[in-house]
């Protein structure tokens, strides 16, 4: 028992040895669910009772429930969320007086920051992600783009409704998907993920929606992705690669809830929720005769659209941090200042995924323990290859560098001093000297220049 626990029973005293506990397991752990054990077995030991476990909110009774020496309270969390509660279980002979209540409702308030904590994914500490099963990143970022999709989720989770996840490639479209099931009240059950576009057509509506016994020579009947994940999400990537005939069968899925297999007469009624996602405009798609209308209709309407890296380049530096934490077991290196400038700089078309390669990259043939910027592909460098290298193993002086600069932008505003000095914010006479070549004298401004 740690040293002060059993002897420290004003409830200030010991919610703030309880929080000192979780601050060095914080600091010491790399998945926040051991962090939430190790909060248990603290409180167990704290409050000397038989057990502390969490329950989901359907298991238990109404909130504040206290049936014989088994206390139950809410975990408060975010609305339109379901919450888990905290139980504890005491000996029929453990008296429950006013300081072990008091601290329980404490305990509820910490076990709702955990919990918050393991939600938003991005805020804790980079090494943890790396445990994930499928080894795909969380939502990293702080960028208020990216904190409006984890806003968007959250409340798209809390219900059933078909979801429509718009994004470019890249972008990490079944990341949210992900993310929605494991908020929703089926993330006890599959998740089931099927590339649309990377099953050959002919056996597309096989794959989806199942195939009976002997409907072709030597073809045994199977169950389809619709019927795999029963109680689960299905996601749908790139639905818009979908034919028309699977088309049809989706849009009955999605209307009747029930499939039918290739070759069978009967529907078999599912219970899946269905996300879909498409790197195009299903809009588009529909003006252009590719995409059925009332299956769009049936899927637009409770949409997530996932910003391209390009408009939340404030998550850039974080998320290359997360992809070198990532494989710190393998080589631990730090990103130079020079490396952070050309990754803000670039346009990334691929998106977070091509993020992802560049580091994984660098880290397989960077020669220093720290990321430079000729650790990178040139074709990332852009003018950072063409200008600030070279320059940077030249040895140029800040002088050549501010010269540089304002002549550049003198020849974009054609030649004219006034309009330079206005778009760079400076005096005409700091201009003349910025492009007066070392060693010139001074001479008086010329205004007509």
């Known amino acids: 028992m740690p040293v002060g626990l059993a002897s420290c029973r004003a409830p200030a005293c010991a919610t703030a040895t309880l929080l000192a506990t979780l601050t060095r397991a914080l600091s010491s752990v790399h998945e926040p669910r051991l962090v939430r054990e190790r909060f248990k077995e603290e409180l ?27 206390v139950v309270l809410d975990v408060p969390g975010p609305p339109f969320q379901a919450r888990p509660r905290l139980e504890a279980v005491f000996d029929t002979d453990r008296p429950l007086d006013n300081w072990t209540r008091e601290m329980l409702d404490a305990a509820a308030l910490i076990a709702g920051l ?25 939502l990293i970022g702080s960028s208020p783009a990216i904190r409006l999709v984890r806003e968007r ?76 994940a029963h109680e689960g999400t299905l996601f749908l990537d790139e639905v818009s690669d979908l034919s028309s005939a699977a088309q ?6 999605i209307q009747d809830l029930s499939v ?50 390009r408009q939340r380049l404030e998550d850039v530096t974080e998320l290359a941090r997360y992809f070198l934490e990532r494989h710190r077991t393998f080589r631990s290196l730090s990103l130079s200042h020079a490396a952070t400038d050309a990754l803000l700089a670039y346009d990334w078309p691929g998106n ?24 990178l592909p040139p074709a990332l460098l852009g003018g950072y290859g063409d200008f600030v290298l070279p320059a940077a193993l030249a040895h ?46 001074t001479r008086a401004p010329d205004l007509n220049d």
């Open 44 to 70: 167990r030991t704290l409050l000397q009772a038989s057990s502390i476990g969490f329950r989901d909110e359907d298991d238990v009774g109404g909130e504040g429930d206290r049936a014989g020496n088994v």
């Open 114 to 138: 955990l919990f918050e904590i393991e939600r938003t994914n991005g805020r804790w500490p980079l090494s943890c992600a790396s445990s994930r099963s499928d080894g795909a990143a969380p």
């Open 153 to 228: 989720i959250e409340k798209v989770a809390a219900t059933d409704f078909t979801v429509l996840i718009e994004g470019e490639s890249g972008t990490g479209k079944e990341l949210v998907a992900r993310q929605i099931h494991e908020l929703s009240r089926r993330r006890k059950g599959p998740f089931v993920a099927v590339n649309c576009a990377a099953i050959v057509e002919t056996l597309l509506e096989a794959e989806l929606f199942g195939i009976e016994e002997r409907t072709a020579t030597g073809v045994r009947g199977r169950r389809g992705k619709f019927e795999h």
């Open 248 to 253: 049809a069968k989706l849009l009955r899925a």
């Open 260 to 309: 039918e297999r290739v070759g069978g007469y009967g529907a078999r009624r599912i219970d899946t929720r269905i996300i879909v996602a498409t790197n195009r405009s299903l809009l588009d798609l529909v003006e252009r005769g590719r995409f059925r209308l009332d299956l769009f209709y049936r899927l637009h309407g409770v949409e997530v659209l996932v910003p391209p890296l």
């Open 352 to 375: 977070v995924r091509e993020l992802e390669r560049v580091i994984e990259r660098a880290v397989a043939l960077a020669g220093s323990t720290s990321l430079e910027l000729d650790d």
């Open 396 to 441: 140029d002086t800040m002088q050549t560098w501010r010269s540089r600069y304002a002549r550049l932008i003198l020849d974009r505003c054609g030649n004219n001093k006034r309009r330079t000095c206005r778009e760079l914010g400076i005096s005409y006479h700091t201009l003349q000297a910025y492009l007066r070549p070392p060693g010139e004298r």
